[in-house]
């Protein structure tokens, strides 16, 4: 029996590593230049669906400065009086898209893109798909300031990264770090039963 526990243990180490290995730790920045504590974590379960990115706390305040976490061009902007907000997102050139929402303005020079095409359209909401030249970005370059728009319950920068298939990954992969003293606390425990044949005591 001792065996098998270290084959699964030595397994899952495995896999766990070649996981982190796949992603690169050294190249995007953090998005805020303030310590970084959260109000959610990725995979958390929400009501409807499980959380794709990290909540971080912006000191009850906003209009921080938001940094673009790598060299890259902004390939989508949405606005809208739910969900996100005001959101945007920034592809880089190892494939990796790397997205903000729930802001309170962009930066100058996106602020005009968007504006005009507001204009153009007449509507406050908007979804835009800026070409690869229009609106390329620099590493650290600040791209718009933390808000508290769309569903949001206080101000708070929603930051994710996803892979070029659009799918989540945890932020933590890449080497952006949250420092954390405090011990988890076990509050609940439910336990379920298998089946008929099987019961909790």
Not at 175 to 197: L, W
Request: net charge positive; aromatic share 14%.
């Amino acid at each position: 029996m001792g065996s098998i526990r270290l084959f699964f243990l030595l397994t899952c180490c495995y896999f766990y590593g070649f996981s982190q290995a796949e992603y690169p730790v050294d190249y995007f920045e953090k998005p805020l230049d303030i310590p970084l504590i959260l109000s959610g974590t990725f995979g958390e379960l929400r009501s409807n669906h499980f959380h794709s990115g990290l909540d971080i706390k912006t000191q009850k305040r906003t209009g921080f400065n938001v940094y673009s976490s790598a060299k890259g061009y902004v390939s989508r902007i949405k606005i809208s009086n739910w969900g996100y907000g005001k959101a945007l997102y920034i592809t880089h050139p190892n494939g990796f898209t790397t997205v903000y929402a729930h802001l309170k303005k962009f930066s100058p020079k996106i602020e005009e893109y968007v504006k005009k095409r507001q204009y153009e359209k007449e509507s406050y909401e908007i979804h835009l798909f800026p070409k690869v030249n229009e609106l390329p970005i620099e590493k650290k370059e600040v791209v718009a300031f933390s808000g508290n728009s769309g569903s949001s319950g206080g101000p708070h920068l929603h930051y994710e990264i996803r892979d070029a298939k659009a799918r989540p990954i945890n932020p933590m992969y890449f080497g952006i770090d949250v420092p954390d003293s405090k011990n988890p606390e076990i509050r609940a425990a439910v336990a379920y039963a298998f089946g008929e044949s099987s019961h909790v005591n």
